[in-house]
């Protein structure tokens, strides 16, 4: 969040505080990206909660090479990038599929104890975003990625009257608790000295960071992935008319992806949302695209889009069939977009001319 941060506090003309922050954080990710520093040696050795931040060190300078705060080069970026991913990968299942091990991250006691924590999920963010953003071959890291994204959620406490509220810790006073992390051993000890068996544990420890790193990386994501054919992450999908169309379902309906071999296309909302009950449609070449985003307020600020990776060309935006803005899409860099939408839902249209 801290990138974030700092372009908040610049847009809202705090920029003596943006700039003693920005210094902080260069400092930071030159000492990573420029120097071997040791990404094992997290909170204890060995623990692994360092590798959202990793990522986020890696992107953030291969964004911003120019800056004399950073003083890296393209290739030291490059090169901590991929190597920050493999550690992660490292220390996270991978190879078998139980939901308390595929995607969780693994400590230093190994997969028998202690897996599904909230760096499953803040790491999650970190292979996923590598698998949308880097990854020569996205599809592998993308299955991982999203994977560790849901795996915590199996923590959750909850259900209904039926069901007793949970399966973990039935009992309407326990509906919507979660546990920490999961115990694949049948016996053992918390740190807190209580006798524990297999399952949820007790407490939640810091599993709401967890939480909210998932619901920061949720996303739906079209994919044609070489070994299952298309899919639709966090979605459902059709073919209609020439058209994909798919329903956003991943809870935040804030991000939306098409990974293809060769082709990524990205679409990202600020302060909005897409509509629930309407699909995202692309036609096959990416070069039209509509989608229905929810209504809010009439006194709110716009919604922010902002588009990467459409073929190149020059494309009219739609708002309500009105053109508010025309883009010209290059290969890199991202397009942006203030669409007032009031009251009712509305339609947005982005073709190339």
Not at 48 to 69: I, M, N, Q, V
Not at 85 to 112: K, V
Not at 189 to 196: A, D, I, K, S, V
Not at 314 to 341: F, I, K, R, S
Request: charge should be negative; proline fraction near 6%.
């Amino acid at each position: 969040m801290i990138e974030e941060l700092i372009e908040e506090l610049d847009a809202a003309g705090r920029r003596d505080q943006a700039r003693e922050l920005r210094g902080h954080w260069e400092t930071k990710i030159h000492q990573f990206v420029s120097g071997r520093t040791n990404l094992f040696g997290s909170e204890y050795p060995f623990d692994s909660t360092g590798f959202e931040s990793t990522h986020a060190f890696a992107r953030y300078a291969l964004r911003h090479l120019g800056r004399d705060g950073l003083g890296v080069t393209s290739e030291q970026a490059t090169a901590f990038l991929h190597r920050q991913i493999q550690l992660n990968i490292g220390c996270r299942g991978w190879l078998e599929t139980a939901c308390y091990l595929y995607g969780s991250d693994i400590r230093g006691c190994g997969n028998a104890h202690y897996t599904l924590s909230y760096m499953s999920q803040m790491g999650g963010w970190a292979i996923l975003d590598y698998a949308l953003y880097y990854a020569d071959d996205p599809f592998p890291y993308l299955r991982l990625g999203y994977a560790s994204l849901l795996s915590s959620w199996a923590l959750m406490n909850t259900g209904t009257p039926a069901s007793n509220y949970g399966y973990w810790f039935p009992g309407p006073e326990n509906d919507g608790g979660a546990g920490g992390g999961f115990e694949p051993a049948p016996y053992g000890t918390t740190w807190l000295g209580q006798p524990h068996h297999r399952g949820s544990w007790y407490y939640g420890c810091e599993i709401d960071l967890g939480f909210s790193g998932a619901l920061r990386a949720a996303a739906t994501i079209y994919a044609e992935d070489p070994l299952f054919g298309p899919i639709a992450y966090g979605g459902t999908w059709e073919h209609h008319d020439g058209e994909v169309c798919v329903w956003p379902k991943d809870g935040g309906r804030r991000r939306f992806h098409v990974v293809r071999p060769g082709r990524r296309l990205h679409l990202l909302l600020r302060r909005n949302h897409f509509a629930a009950d309407a699909p995202v449609c692309f036609d096959d070449s990416l070069s039209s695209l509509r989608f229905d985003l929810e209504g809010c307020e009439a006194a709110g600020p716009p919604a922010v889009l902002r588009v990467s990776g459409l073929p190149e060309g020059v494309y009219g935006v739609h708002l309500n069939g009105q053109c508010l803005a025309t883009w010209a899409a290059a290969p890199e860099g991202d397009l942006e977009a203030h669409l007032p939408v009031r009251g009712t839902p509305s339609e947005v249209r982005i073709c190339r001319q």
